[in-house]
């Protein structure tokens, strides 16, 4: 604790910033590292930045002020970025990258490879909010703080349900719900409801969802058009890729969306035995063992034969 206030001397002006298209994990740190700093050091001057989020995160308390748009020519004494997986993954504020004085990182993603003034990568943490936990004052965490942490916890463990989850993860989420927030409604109203919208374009991608390399692998795909039918956005694909993972009998799920014609973001998520960020490190992408993603141009076929070759050799 006595550390972190070391990242913050002489700061009078802070950046905070998460990645591309961010999720429950990203937002959650972002606004729990606002909020620490909000309540406990008034005299530092912090923006956070975040591209557009559904609407469910609303919620938090100064997420209104998130700014999508960054001026990097602003002088930001540190830049402080949360969850992401590269530099790359960067949202608005990645230009800040060249122009802040410091820069501070909190992340658990294998595929990260740092560069930053002060890197705290821990991959067998289930989320970048229980690593940003590790680095905070307990004493010093308001209930508005620890609702943000809390969230994004839920929401990168599948409300503690994946391998990621650790004792040590069970003990933070506790200290968390100690700080009197409400935990049930955050399960709730942030990870399980979906929009009528989300919930047609989820069912569309199960019921034409195929399944491969004896029917080890699920294949998901929703085209351009379908998000328009549907009216949903990037921001509401969330948890499409988890529900085909729930399938009996497979170990590796895949979704694919087109982000526009001939792109398409490719999620992939695993079970046991295979390492995805093996697959998605070699189109440019990165993430976690079990979790990982990336971006690759194609038709929808090109894109998942390319996915299936690779997964063919993990198999082999």
């Known amino acids: 604790m006595a550390e972190f206030e070391t990242y913050l001397q002489g700061v009078k002006t802070a950046a905070i910033a998460g990645h591309v298209n961010p999720d429950g994990d990203c937002i959650g740190s972002c606004m729990g590292m606002y909020q620490y700093l909000k309540d406990n050091y008034p005299e530092i001057r912090a923006t956070v930045y975040l591209e557009p989020y559904r609407e469910v995160f609303s919620f938090l308390p100064g997420i209104d002020q998130a700014k999508a748009v960054c001026d990097p ?7 402080i970025l949360l969850d992401i997986s590269s530099k790359e993954r960067i949202g608005v504020a990645g230009g800040l ?5 410091k820069t501070l990182c ?11 003034t002060w890197f705290f990568n821990e991959p067998r943490n289930s989320s970048a909010c229980e690593v940003v936990y590790g680095h905070l004052d307990p004493e010093k965490i308001s209930e508005t703080c620890a609702a943000a942490l809390y969230m994004g916890i839920v929401h990168d463990t599948g409300v503690f349900q994946y391998s990621s989850t650790s004792p040590e993860t069970m003990r933070v989420a506790a200290s968390l719900m100690e700080k009197g927030i409400p935990s049930s409604k955050i399960i709730d109203e942030t990870f399980y409801q979906k929009t009528y919208g989300q919930n047609r374009i989820m069912g569309k991608v199960l019921l034409e969802s195929r ?4 029917d080890r692998v699920i294949i998901g795909c929703a ?4 998000l328009k039918r549907f009216r949903v956005e990037a921001k509401d694909m969330d948890g499409i890729v988890s529900e085909l993972r729930n399938t009996i009998g497979v170990e590796v799920a895949v979704f694919l969306y087109e982000k526009q014609v001939g792109e398409f973001k ?9 390492d995805v960020s093996r697959v998605a490190q070699k189109f440019g992408g990165g993430g976690h063992i079990r979790a990982a993603g990336c971006n690759l141009q194609g038709t929808a076929e090109e894109v998942t034969s390319r996915i299936v070759e690779e997964l063919t050799v993990l198999f082999a």
């Open 73 to 79: 020519a602003e002088p930001v004494d540190l830049l």
């Open 97 to 101: 990258l060249e122009t802040a004085a």
């Open 106 to 116: 909190f992340d658990h993603h294998v595929t990260n490879p740092g560069g930053f």
């Open 211 to 214: 399944r491969v390399l004896d």
């Open 223 to 226: 085209a351009e058009e379908d």
């Open 266 to 274: 490719v999620s992939l998520r695993s079970r046991e035995h295979v």
